[in-house]
C-alpha cells in the first residue's frame, strides 16, 4: 500500500530559529500533498496544500511567509517553519494522494511534534 | 474551516461492547471518510464511503451515511482494548482536500 514517510518525528528548537519537516512518498508519486496541524486533544487543521512545481495553496489565516512549503518533486514536500516560536509548537502532519487516482485516497505522514522552547 | 462536528467527545465503554460514534456535517460531499489516530502519531484510514451509498462493512466497522440529515455514524462491533485512540470523520467536497471533524476519544477498558 501507499506509504507516507513524514521526518522528524520530533524535534525540539529554540525561539527565533527555523525548523523543516519532510514528507515523502515512499512508493508513489503525489503531485499534491497536504499539510496539517494540530494541537492536542484537538482536530486536524489544514495549513496549506502543496502542489508539484508550483506555489502552495493556503488556508485563510496561515502565514505563507511563516510556513514555508516547497514541493520541488513527486515525492517529496518539505515544511519549513521559520522564526518558531512557543505559540508554533503543535504536532504537524502530512497527507499525499497518488497522482492520477482522484481525490479518493489519501495516506498520512506519522506525524512531527514541534516544540519551541 | 472546520466543518464537522461529531459525537461524542469522548466514549469510555468495556471491551467486547459496541462503540458507536456519530459525524454530521454542513455542505455537499463528495465522500465521508474516517479515520484513526492513536495517541501522538499519524492517521489511519479505516473506511470510505461515497455519497450515493448508505451503509458500509468492514470488519467490525460499520459506516452509516444519510446525506439527507448530512451525518454519518461509525460502529465498531464487539470492542477490544486496541481500539482504543481518537476517531475522525473527514468529509471531500472537493478540491482534494478534507475537512476534519472535531473527534471521538475511544477509550476500552479491560
Known amino acids: 500500500g501507499a506509504v507516507v514517510s513524514q521526518h522528524p518525528s520530533w524535534v525540539i528548537c529554540k525561539s527565533g530559529t527555523s525548523v523543516k519537516i519532510e514528507c515523502r512518498s515512499l512508493?508513489?508519486?503525489?503531485?499534491?500533498m497536504f499539510w496539517y496541524r494540530q494541537f492536542p486533544k484537538q482536530s486536524l487543521m489544514l495549513m496549506a496544500t502543496?502542489?508539484?512545481?508550483?506555489?502552495?495553496?493556503?488556508e485563510q489565516g496561515v502565514e505563507k511567509d511563516k510556513f514555508l512549503i516547497n514541493h520541488a518533486s513527486l515525492t517529496l514536500s518539505t515544511l519549513t517553519v521559520t522564526s518558531a516560536h512557543p505559540e508554533d509548537s503543535s504536532f504537524y502532519i502530512c497527507?499525499?494522494?497518488?497522482?492520477?487516482?482522484?481525490?479518493?485516497?489519501?495516506?498520512f505522514g506519522s506525524g512531527t511534534r514541534l516544540t519551541v522552547v | 474551516s472546520q466543518q464537522g462536528e461529531e459525537d461524542p467527545q469522548a466514549l469510555s465503554i468495556q471491551e467486547g461492547e459496541n462503540a458507536t460514534m456519530n459525524c454530521s456535517y454542513k455542505?455537499?460531499?463528495?465522500?465521508l471518510q474516517w479515520y484513526r489516530q492513536n495517541s501522538g502519531r499519524g492517521l489511519v484510514h479505516l473506511i470510505l464511503?461515497?455519497?450515493?451509498?448508505r451503509e458500509k462493512h468492514s470488519g467490525r466497522l460499520r459506516v452509516t451515511l444519510d446525506t439527507s440529515k448530512k451525518s454519518s455514524s461509525l460502529l465498531i462491533t464487539a470492542s477490544r482494548a486496541a481500539d482504543t485512540a481518537s476517531y475522525f470523520c473527514?468529509?471531500?467536497?472537493?478540491?482534494?482536500?478534507?475537512?476534519f471533524g472535531q473527534g471521538t476519544r475511544l477509550t476500552i477498558n479491560p
Open positions: 464511503i461515497r455519497s450515493n451509498e
Open positions: 497527507s499525499a494522494s497518488p497522482s492520477g487516482q482522484g481525490t479518493f485516497s489519501y495516506t
Open positions: 455542505t455537499s460531499i463528495n465522500n
Open positions: 473527514a468529509t471531500d467536497a472537493g478540491a482534494q482536500k478534507l475537512v
Open positions: 512508493d508513489f508519486q503525489a503531485t499534491t
Open positions: 502543496s502542489n508539484e512545481g508550483s506555489k502552495a495553496t493556503y
